[in-house]
């Protein structure tokens, strides 16, 4: 099953909607534990979508070879770590939706 055929199938949307559910019960939880800075989960799991989905956007668009691939994952998975750790600076500037994520 892959996003861009032809005929997506009908469940991806919901599939996606789970996801995104599933990773924010994780990202409270982990919030209530002390491993993940405070914040709306909701809004957490979205940066977190968002800066996993790029690389694989880049990917499938072709902008991006195996080792180009490699190192945007790598540094996008260190970036999030990075903002979602605890005690972790917010970002200054308006509309930015880590400094969102992290009002709550």
Do not use: C, I, Q
Not at 17 to 32: F, M
Request: proline fraction near 9%; charge should be positive.
């Amino acid at each position: 099953m892959a996003k861009h055929e032809d005929r997506p199938y009908d469940e991806l949307p919901e599939l996606g909607h789970k996801t995104l559910d599933v990773t924010s019960r994780l990202l409270a939880a982990a919030r209530r534990t002390g491993v993940v800075r405070p914040g709306d989960p909701v809004r957490l799991a979205r940066v977190a979508f968002h800066t996993g989905h790029g690389p694989a956007v880049l990917t499938v668009g072709g902008l991006l070879d195996d080792s180009a691939l490699a190192e945007a994952a790598d540094l996008a998975l260190n970036v999030l770590l990075t903002v979602l750790r605890p005690g972790a600076r917010r970002p200054r500037g308006p509309g930015s939706p880590v400094r969102a994520a992290g009002r709550a």
